[in-house]
């Protein structure tokens, strides 16, 4: 490393390069291509600039971290930092020199360009049958003939009334019973839980309650609040999942856990908190924007979401009453502070596979304080609760037809089967799929490249990015500001690169074909060889955004062991082929079918028959949330489903080398022909 | 020093501090520590709160305390302090606030003591059949080929080898899981609750756990620490409720709730406090003392109670896996945060009255996290789960003689019936019989009068203290250091003044027989006539001890209202008398059969008949936490016993009347026939 430069990382996103030493954290995060607000133009008085120094050695990006690798703190930050934020290495990003490497965390709040987590909620069938559910109760009052106590006299019309006996009440509850039936002039909203704890009284009627469904991917969460009587999605939100500090991957997490004391702590702690930020935020949207948050007891009945106009419910978080959450299963102990350890060495056992009811409350998830939330089962180690969500989302074992289904996240899970078989296995895609460890890869944000056409001729490129709908042959360069390239757009271009000749069936840059190529050249630095996407003129970092040859690699690697993995399954369920594929996830849902078929993610399938399926893990948690038999057929699912440990199959290494190789010949992939052009199909 | 606060110093304890202006001198005394008695809640209307302020430049404590530094004189001192006493500073703790420094003398008097409680554990049949049982539990290690997780495991060999089904774990009790499995070479010990949760798991084989049977009285509270597998009491701990400082009964103390702002969660996290407290007591005795606690997974097997010799058992607060508890029913309000203020007004209706299973770390009681508090079920807003617990201990609805089993406590609660009926109410016998509202009465202390022997011919007294062995007949005047007199003395006393002829049925001094006898004279401030009981020479406080007429008023009150609750009970199930009379409470242990009959505090029975069955709440307690059946058999009591408003019936208020008066006629009592001197009985 040279004298004069220190390398910097900025955490979540894992961008990094050496920047000369002297200049501001602010200035390298735009050397870098990342982007933190910056609202005053670095004076120091906007504050917007957060910055945390991380301390420590870290060995995974090869650096030792310091606050003292930044310059000393600065009068002007004391007005915007805490003592005890100081205490944990914040800083303003634009008073903070790089004096030596540094790993920077960007918190949520400091990030400019809110990231497009495109987890919108899709209409699925669900029967509605809430876990809890409202019972309007009146009663006589008391007398010294009928002196019964209170939670006797409304259980008796609870039983009379709607069947419901041997109900218990949780403290919290019974703390508002003798009030609420007072105020309510002895009538009463009564909220059941299971058909079998009292959770919640309110006096007089009431005709709403809500609900989240939370759906906690390693890089992301998203929670959609429902409301419980329509079952309408009132709201949807979703951040980073604030754990990705620790580690992109579930491996990373598993081993900050057993190398640091209080590590696994710390990330529950932060997934927890990330949690209770997220059921603020659709608390605060139940109210005008700017308008103060006051409590009242009940939802306005006439109350529809923000987004509809002009009737806000203005809820409070007592107003939530249940939750349903899925993780995959190192997420899901992390989360409950269960050692994960076992789950990172064979033959990674969980600590349990059912559903889990914990008071929320216990947990420290700050909702109405006597309700549950429901942890959905997990099926093995490596497949979770979140891919229970996707099998009683998409409800496989209920058709005769083979699907297959995949659900790339930042670790490839697939299940595979009908009515009468489902099996199920992990891969290690990595996050390259998500733009991770990809040069210029960055979130599904404005600037990410998420579409690319090669023209197979010139081999000039044409690509959209997200926040601009004009493509780059209807703009002026100026007009891209294409900052890198996010998971979809990975996706095209690995297709684009082999259907136009660019890259060969091994991956390697077709070098005879791009001699002369105005976007093909050797980078002087790597000598590694890089194909051109988008000119500096065309980006907001002023630098070129390229392609390398080791990015493509990464790209193999996942669609490899996706590929290998969902050959293992078909050979292993005696088929030749599926019938339908479907692809869940992030990932899945911006998918375009033809590419995702070009590039080999999956066996050869009919292209009407693969189906993106969005968010379908998020979808099986709102199934779970709104009707509490499908929180059995989950548990039925998590051990119905045989889980195959892909790397014990014999010939896995081998499948797996040769699922590295882009689809060649049209024996493999017949619904190629016309697609990609046979020279390149057979060559 | 601020301007808002002033500086109180308490004398002779020598506790100060800084309290804001403005609050009571009782107030200033709860903030620092000082026990000063307060039986009616601060009324004003006790006047038991005695202080004296000092005048003077007091340049030890670095103070100016002046009488003017407290708030003027009010009119309802009056009564309490006479103008000699006032002259010299005294003032009432409660009518008096704190305007400025001050330096305050508590009156030995005044002083609450620490109160002996005796509330041992008696021998009673329990079944062993406790709520947490212990499975040992061995498993295979997971493999590849059987990955299952490990609840799952541990599961499987549960049912297979105990019936037991459906198992769910506490989210606290799944963190120790995988642990306890891998350190324990695959085999734990798993204690399940009520054949349903798994609440604690321990590496390898353990023999032991624990539990707390917990009887919350008005004034005392007792702990029963139990082996749940030898069912041995391994100890008894007990404590004053450290609620008596906001109301010496259960009415001050809603009162206490309803003026005060977070006087509930004062109050409720006192005895919370207390409760953690006997805990904390428990565990430090099953070390030797002096010996720093550590923590072992396992009690010693061969281990037995501290008092029994030289093995100690050493356990830890987690080895504390159960706690049954019983309260009267404001009580267990205040403990569990449940706003008691319908309970203070007709129809005096609680909240709930079956049984509570509550986490213990949801009232924040520190044992096993995962384990419950089982918390008995209550009969009527004056008839608590501390009726409860002498209905299962004592069995009536077992037999078919008509028992009537008096609790006297703060409040007196009445049961009367056998197999085919039984029903309950309660009486406001006031503190009375507990040495409150009484001239000299204080608390079972040491230096107060517990037996009173009376000569018939001399009427001169001979009598014990507590805290000496030997009575006054057989001490020096100076050895007594008598300062008053407690509940089982007044018992005694009122016996001895009717059995000597002191007083005549009616409860007035027999003016007439005691002419010229030199303890019998009139209160020259109050005029008053009184009967000495020690001379101010046998005192600690200097002055005589004496009862007055209003005393004697006062525990006639108290014994009428018993009374007239028995006759009515026994009326109303159509009886002539009952057949066995069992007196429970710590007034029962210490309590005289015979001089119980003499005072008249129930109808006549034979003597033989009369049985003092101790603190029988408290055992109910104990068979709760030893017998999972005697829970539900507590549930069945609480909703089987018909509860009688006494006040309601017809001729309550002519037989409370008649029941002030002393037994007389052997008609009535012929019992007492030999016993009280025909002359007096029949006079």
């Known amino acids: 490393m040279s004298e004069d430069k220190a390398m910097v990382i900025f955490q979540p996103s894992g961008r990094r390069g050496k920047v000369p030493k002297g200049i501001s954290v602010i200035e390298a995060s735009r050397l870098l291509g990342v982007d933190i607000e910056t609202l005053c133009g670095e004076k120091r008085v906007c504050g917007k600039c957060l910055v945390r120094i991380e301390e420590g050695q870290f060995e995974k990006f090869g650096i030792q971290s310091a606050r003292t690798h930044v310059s000393p703190w600065q009068a002007e930050e004391e007005k915007f930092i805490t003592p005890q934020r100081r205490e944990k290495g914040y800083r303003l990003g634009c008073a903070a020199r790089v004096e030596d490497d540094i790993l920077v965390f960007v918190p949520e709040a400091s990030r400019a360009g809110k990231q497009l987590v495109s987890k919108a909620a899709r209409d699925i069938y669900i029967e509605h049958n809430p876990s809890v559910q409202l019972y309007f109760v009146q009663v006589d009052p008391p007398s010294f003939e009928e002196p019964t106590g209170d939670f006797e006299r409304i259980c008796r019309v609870l039983e009379r009334d709607f069947g419901l006996k041997n109900l218990s009440i949780d403290i919290f509850a019974l703390r508002q019973l003798s009030g609420a039936l007072r105020d309510g002039l002895w009538a009463v909203t009564v909220s059941v839980w299971n058909d079998r704890e009292v959770v919640r009284i309110r006096p007089g009627k009431a005709d709403r309650s809500y609900g989240l469904a939370i759906d906690v991917g390693t890089t992301t969460v998203a929670a959609y609040f429902c409301d419980l009587t329509s079952m309408e999605v009132v709201d949807t939100v979703s951040m980073m999942n604030p754990q990705c500090k620790y580690g992109e991957d579930v491996m990373a997490r598993i081993t900050y856990h057993m190398s640091t004391p209080q590590g696994l702590q710390r990330m529950s702690d932060d997934i927890l908190a990330g949690i209770n930020e997220l059921i603020d935020r659709v608390i605060e949207n139940t109210f005008p924007p700017g308008k103060k948050k006051k409590r009242i007891d009940q939802a306005d009945e006439t109350g529809q979401g923000p987004e509809e106009g002009k009737t806000y419910l203005r809820l409070t978080r007592e107003d939530i009453e249940d939750i349903a959450i899925g993780f995959n299963t190192a997420m ?74 995949i659900d790339i996240g930042t670790n490839g899970e697939l299940v595979l089967g009908n009515r009468h078989k489902m099996i199920s296995s992990s891969c290690a895609t990595g996050p390259a799929l998500e733009g991770a460890q990809i040069t210029f890869g960055m979130r599904a944000a404005p600037g990410a490249i998420e579409r690319i056409d090669i023209d197979p001729q010139t081999r000039e490129v044409d690509y959209k990015v997200i926040g601009r709908d004009a493509w780059r042959n209807f703009s002026k360069p100026g007009e891209m500001k294409v900052k890198g390239i996010c998971g979809s757009g990975i996706l095209d271009l690995l297709a684009e690169l082999y259907r136009t000749g660019i890259i060969v069936k091994s991956g390697a840059f077709n070098k005879k074909a791009l001699e002369d190529h105005p976007r093909f050249r050797t980078n002087p630095d790597t000598e590694q060889p890089e194909f051109v996407l988008a000119w500096a003129a065309e980006s907001s970092i002023g630098q070129d955004i390229v392609v390398t040859q080791k990015d493509i690699r990464q790209i193999q690697l996942a669609k490899g062991a996706l590929y290998a993995g969902c050959k293992l399954m078909v050979k292993r369920m005696g088929l030749e082929k599926v019938d339908k594929v479907k692809i869940a996830g992030a990932f899945g849902t911006h998918v375009d079918r033809t590419k995702a078929l070009v590039m080999g993610l999956f066996p050869d399938c009919e292209i009407a028959m693969i189906e993106s399926v969005g968010n379908a893990a998020g979808d099986g948690c709102r199934a779970a949330l709104l009707n509490v038999e499908k929180r059995a057929e989950a548990n039925w699912c998590s051990r119905h489903v045989e889980y195959i440990e892909l790397t014990l199959e014999e010939t896995f290494q081998q499948d797996f080398v040769e699922a590295l190789e882009l689809p060649h010949t049209t024996d493999q992939f017949p619904h190629l022909k016309g697609i990609v052009p046979d020279e390149i199909l057979n060559q």
Chains 1, 2 share one sequence.
Do not use: C, M, W
């Open 332 to 405: 899901h102990h992390i989360f409950l502070s269960i050692n994960p350890e076992y789950l990172g060495s064979a033959p990674f056992t969980p600590a349990i596979h059912r559903s889990l009811d914990i008071k929320a409350r216990d947990l420290g998830i700050k909702i109405n304080p006597s309700s549950y939330l429901f942890v959905l089962p997990i099926e093995a180690g490596f497949v979770g609760a979140d891919n229970v969500g996707v099998l009683i989302a998409e409800e496989p074992y209920k058709h005769d037809e083979n699907q297959l289904i």
